[in-house]
């Protein structure tokens, strides 16, 4: 799978360790950045990553800053973009599963030791159920062209 991914300051440890096991795993990677540990906006590498997913460049997008949540907020604003962020394995599982998240926003400063490493693989591996689900995403795209989407 192709996979771009960037971080922030507070997210630069966990993406190189991020990108050494997707690596491995076969995964081609483009590293946006941030390529060092001084202090950056994360909103200069949503804007990178999220356009690469919307356009189809690659398959799927992971962004790193403290939270999660700015990266997440950030990469929304992107016309076919979907994002989350995700904590745990749970949340990974889910976003996927009933959201077809594909874009990723993981919490560098809440992750502290735990492996990372399971969280983005079931990210990867699971896949969207479709069904009801999928009528609810027909109502996003709606709302991201400017129609109101019609009750069901």
Not at 15 to 37: F, M, N, R
Request: glycine share 10%; hydrophobic share 40%.
């Amino acid at each position: 799978m192709r996979i771009a991914i960037g971080s922030d300051h507070r997210g630069f440890q966990i993406k190189g360790k991020l990108i050494t096991l997707l690596t491995a795993d076969g995964h081609e990677v483009e590293d946006v950045g941030t390529h060092s540990d001084q202090a950056v906006d994360y909103p200069d590498y949503a804007v990178i990553v999220a356009p690469k997913v919307a356009a189809g460049l690659v398959e799927r997008g992971i962004l790193i800053c403290g939270t999660g949540f700015g990266m997440a907020i950030a990469a929304n604003k992107f016309r076919g973009v979907r994002a989350a962020a995700c904590a745990d394995e749970v949340m990974a599982e889910m976003c996927r599963r009933h959201n077809d998240v594909n874009v990723l926003c993981l919490p560098g400063d809440l992750i502290g030791d735990r492996p990372v490493g399971d969280l983005v693989r079931i990210w990867l591996a699971t896949e969207f159920e479709e069904g009801r689900h999928s009528r609810r995403l027909e109502k996003i795209v709606d709302i991201e062209n400017d129609r109101v989407p019609s009750k069901s």
